[in-house]
């Protein structure tokens, strides 16, 4: 297994199968890695590549050279859906990434149904799909992840997150409506990236903890219409990445039900405790980002390195990485992982 | 009337912990027609009641939805006491600055925080999120307020609440404003590296540690 490729490493880790090592990747998204200091060296810069397929793709080849992260992971953002479906995106500078500047909708009554397909039909989403097309179609050998806002976070997005988040126990016939229709309307987009060559999606929901939500919201909302996305892209044979933030001790219960095949968790979750626990479903993790933004290059090094005797599937960052983590902090990561 | 004082205040402090809004408000207009210090119905009443539903939240039982709606139980009743509360105790609420770091707009943390202040009777200046370090501190002096709390989401904002502790001591004013911080990458010991007050971990949390850096 000496010439296996980073596509083939990380499809045989994500599905259980044995590699030569464990793969270390970022899958964009809520974990973009286009930080400052790979920018600034090439010029391939934020905000700019959020908008353009061309600079981002090129941004995208930028992080994966000077990172040393075995994957392309694009967008480098997660508002291409809440935008597409209404809401008013901010969308930052070289440092700062985009938000959600208002969330369109005050409450779920006040949704409007858009037709679905409605995400992939903006500008925007449509510069995501072609990079992860021309990516996919020019290194063969290196896995593009297209990442998608979580159903929680997406509809948090869309409507008044107070608001919603009591509505969830208030309003629940409207909420799951609401929830469901962003549901169809991120399966649909998240098809057109596999279709167009994304080797892996994954799916970040930051909005949905267990800390916010409780084990019984966690249950009927997230595991539900998770599973639900899941399902559909497993139908055309493409696996997942899903990562849940935070503490998870008190939803351990409702991560077993998860069809994701892999597990993506924050820095503070015992990985190989959580293993043991999780049935069928892989690891991924949970490098601190506190640690690659401050820590010194050799900390980081040793670390990575403990990180790997721990039987984790997937080595990544635990969390968002900060855009002004420094790029030979991220090297020792990745350098340490590849060693071995 | 059957019911005494300390009953109608338990009964309050019941409607906040089932969230029950309308029972809440009916209770509240009792207490007005009954007479009863306003001040102080609220704060045996529907403040014990949210101090309760804190308690739920820190041991696991209650999570945001369930907080949030406590608290909308507990303002629909203050909406109805408050107009009758008398002058000289309100003067008495210590005021406190509080907002989401710049370049973070995560506020579900800080939006709790806030809520649980207002409701053990602080005087809570909101001043959103993605607020700029020199806006906590401007307005902190200008409000005359003890306590700046600042939340963070993410490691890449963290840098500002170091920036609000140097613009306090750069302005002459360190001693008399405290900064306390919070959020998800936020630790004790980040919050003794950068020199602020304290770190809470939790909405319920922060209640203590404003109590404590005022001296209640």
């Given at each position: 297994?000496?010439?296996?490729?980073?596509k083939?490493?990380?499809?045989?880790?994500?599905?259980g199968?044995?590699?030569d090592?464990?793969?270390?990747?970022?899958?964009?998204?809520?974990?973009?890695?286009?930080?400052?200091?790979?920018?600034?060296?090439?010029?391939?810069?934020?905000?700019?590549?959020?908008h353009?397929?061309?600079?981002?793709?090129?941004?995208?080849?930028?992080?994966?050279?000077?990172?040393?992260?075995?994957?392309?992971?694009?967008?480098?953002?997660?508002?291409?859906?809440?935008?597409?479906l209404?809401?008013?995106?901010?969308?930052g500078?070289?440092e700062?990434e985009?938000?959600?500047?208002?969330?369109?909708?005050?409450?779920?009554?006040?949704?409007?149904?858009?037709?679905?397909g409605?995400?992939?039909?903006?500008?925007?989403?449509?510069?995501?799909?072609?990079?992860?097309?021309?990516?996919?179609a020019?290194?063969?050998?290196?896995?593009v992840?297209?990442?998608?806002t979580?159903?929680?976070?997406?509809?948090?997005?869309?409507?008044?997150p107070?608001?919603?988040?009591?509505?969830?126990?208030?309003?629940?016939?409207?909420s799951?409506?609401?929830?469901?229709?962003?549901?169809?309307?991120?399966?649909?987009?998240a098809?057109l990236?596999?279709?167009?060559g994304?080797?892996?999606?994954?799916?970040?929901?930051p909005t949905a903890?267990g800390?916010?939500?409780?084990?019984?919201f966690?249950?009927?909302?997230?595991?539900c219409?998770?599973?639900?996305?899941?399902?559909?892209i497993?139908?055309?044979?493409?696996?997942?990445?899903?990562?849940?933030?935070?503490?998870?001790?008190?939803?351990?219960?409702?991560?077993?039900?998860?069809?994701?095949?892999?597990?993506?968790?924050?820095?503070?979750?015992?990985?190989?405790?959580?293993k043991?626990?999780?049935?069928?479903m892989?690891?991924?993790?949970?490098?601190?980002?506190?640690?690659?933004e401050?820590?010194?290059?050799?900390?980081?090094?040793?670390?990575?390195?403990?990180?790997?005797?721990?039987g984790?599937?997937?080595?990544?960052?635990?969390?968002?990485?900060?855009t002004?983590?420094?790029?030979e902090?991220?090297?020792?990561?990745?350098?340490?992982?590849?060693e071995g | 009337?059957?019911?005494?004082?300390?009953?109608?205040?338990?009964?309050?402090?019941?409607?906040?912990i089932?969230?029950?809004?309308?029972?809440?408000?009916?209770?509240?207009?009792?207490?007005?027609?009954?007479?009863?210090?306003?001040?102080?119905?609220?704060?045996q009443?529907?403040?014990?009641g949210?101090?309760q539903?804190?308690?739920?939240?820190?041991e696991?039982?209650?999570?945001?939805?369930?907080?949030?709606?406590?608290?909308?139980?507990?303002?629909?009743?203050?909406d109805?006491?408050?107009?009758?509360?008398?002058?000289?105790?309100r003067a008495q609420?210590?005021?406190?600055?509080?907002?989401?770091?710049?370049?973070?707009?995560?506020d579900?943390?800080?939006?709790?925080?806030k809520l649980?202040?207002?409701?053990?009777g602080?005087?809570?200046?909101?001043l959103?999120?993605?607020?700029p370090?020199?806006?906590?501190?401007?307005?902190?002096?200008?409000q005359?307020?003890?306590?700046?709390?600042?939340?963070?989401?993410?490691?890449t904002?963290m840098?500002?609440?170091?920036?609000?502790?140097?613009?306090?001591?750069?302005?002459?004013?360190?001693?008399?404003?405290?900064?306390?911080?919070?959020?998800?990458?936020?630790?004790?010991?980040f919050?003794?590296?950068?020199?602020?007050?304290?770190?809470?971990?939790?909405?319920?949390?922060?209640?203590?540690?404003a109590?404590?850096?005022?001296?209640?």
């Amino acid at each position: 297994m000496t010439d296996i490729s980073p596509k083939e490493r990380l499809d045989r880790a994500l599905l259980g199968k044995p590699t030569d090592r464990a793969p270390v990747v970022c899958p964009g998204g809520m974990m973009n890695a286009a930080i400052v200091d790979v920018m600034n060296k090439t010029g391939h810069t934020l905000p700019e590549a959020h908008h353009d397929a061309d600079k981002m793709s090129d941004l995208a080849f930028d992080v994966y050279e000077n990172t040393g992260f075995e994957n392309f992971g694009i967008p480098f953002c997660m508002t291409v859906e809440a935008e597409a479906l209404g809401s008013a995106v901010d969308f930052g500078s070289l440092e700062c990434e985009p938000k959600i500047q208002k969330e369109i909708f005050p409450s779920v009554h006040d949704a409007v149904y858009l037709p679905i397909g409605a995400i992939e039909k903006t500008l925007r989403a449509g510069s995501v799909i072609q990079a992860i097309h021309m990516l996919s179609a020019k290194h063969l050998d290196v896995p593009v992840i297209g990442s998608l806002t979580g159903p929680i976070s997406a509809a948090a997005s869309l409507i008044d997150p107070m608001t919603f988040l009591k509505q969830l126990r208030r309003e629940k016939e409207t909420s799951h409506k609401v929830i469901d229709y962003v549901v169809n309307q991120l399966i649909s987009y998240a098809k057109l990236m596999a279709d167009n060559g994304a080797a892996v999606i994954s799916i970040a929901d930051p909005t949905a903890t267990g800390e916010i939500l409780g084990p019984k919201f966690f249950d009927e909302y997230a595991v539900c219409y998770l599973n639900k996305i899941t399902d559909a892209i497993h139908e055309i044979g493409v696996p997942v990445i899903i990562h849940i933030c935070g503490d998870v001790r008190m939803v351990k219960p409702q991560l077993q039900k998860l069809h994701g095949d892999v597990l993506s968790v924050d820095a503070f979750v015992e990985l190989k405790q959580l293993k043991t626990e999780l049935g069928e479903m892989r690891t991924m993790g949970n490098l601190s980002t506190y640690l690659l933004e401050f820590g010194k290059a050799d900390e980081i090094f040793n670390q990575a390195k403990h990180l790997t005797t721990k039987g984790i599937d997937v080595l990544a960052p635990a969390c968002g990485l900060s855009t002004s983590t420094p790029s030979e902090n991220i090297a020792a990561f990745t350098t340490a992982v590849k060693e071995g | 009337m059957a019911k005494t004082k300390q009953e109608l205040y338990d009964e309050l402090s019941a409607a906040v912990i089932d969230m029950d809004e309308e029972l809440s408000a009916a209770l509240s207009a009792e207490a007005v027609e009954a007479g009863l210090d306003a001040f102080e119905t609220i704060d045996q009443g529907l403040a014990k009641g949210m101090e309760q539903a804190g308690q739920l939240f820190d041991e696991g039982e209650y999570f945001v939805p369930e907080l949030l709606m406590c608290a909308d139980a507990l303002n629909a009743g203050v909406d109805i006491l408050e107009p009758h509360i008398k002058t000289e105790e309100r003067a008495q609420a210590h005021k406190i600055v509080i907002g989401v770091i710049q370049g973070d707009t995560h506020d579900i943390g800080k939006n709790l925080v806030k809520l649980m202040l207002s409701s053990s009777g602080f005087d809570v200046i909101d001043l959103g999120r993605d607020v700029p370090p020199d806006v906590f501190v401007e307005r902190a002096i200008a409000q005359g307020a003890k306590i700046i709390m600042i939340s963070s989401l993410m490691t890449t904002t963290m840098d500002g609440m170091t920036e609000v502790v140097r613009l306090l001591t750069q302005k002459g004013v360190r001693d008399e404003i405290k900064v306390a911080v919070g959020g998800g990458p936020v630790s004790q010991g980040f919050a003794n590296k950068i020199g602020a007050d304290g770190y809470s971990y939790n909405a319920n949390q922060a209640v203590k540690l404003a109590n404590e850096l005022v001296g209640r």
